[in-house]
């Protein structure tokens, strides 16, 4: 077995009047994410985590936010275009591990509905997605309600 580890991280400002949607759901909030796509920061990262495992380049040469292919596309397209890229190449998702970094909303009662959702896309089982959800205690952009960030890390095997 080949294994690798991959890294993502993603950040979207957050403003009132746009949508919020986190690990393919919508999460209702009175703000939402600045982005050219659904800007679902959550599986942003993931896709960069594995397409960084993958060594097959990142998430903006994939899809890029100047292009009005991926203009408001859902970010779960996304995923499953990041996870056929990975099948071709030989590999297969082993687990994902990611943190959501927001003072609000409060995530806890959605994780369940986002790794559903994001294994039925990826076509894994749920217990393959971790994901956790934690505040910054007031500190920093997140904590001022500014925007949110996702840290991933992905486990992918070939073989």
Known sequence: MNFRIG???DVHRLAEGEEL???GILIPFEKGTVAHSDGDVLIHAICDALLGAANVRD???HFPDNSEKFNKISSLILLEK??????KEGYRIG?????VCAQKPKLSNYIPEMQACMARSMSVEINQISIKATT???LGFEGRGE???????V???KG
């Open 136 to 138: 910054t205690e007031n």
């Open 155 to 157: 486990l992918i095997e």
């Open 7 to 9: 890294y993502g991280y």
């Open 21 to 23: 949607w986190l690990g």
């Open 82 to 87: 990041t996870v056929n890229l990975l099948k």
């Open 59 to 61: 998430i903006g040469f």
């Open 95 to 99: 687990n994902i591990d990611a943190t």
């Open 147 to 153: 925007g949110i960030s996702v840290h991933a890390v």
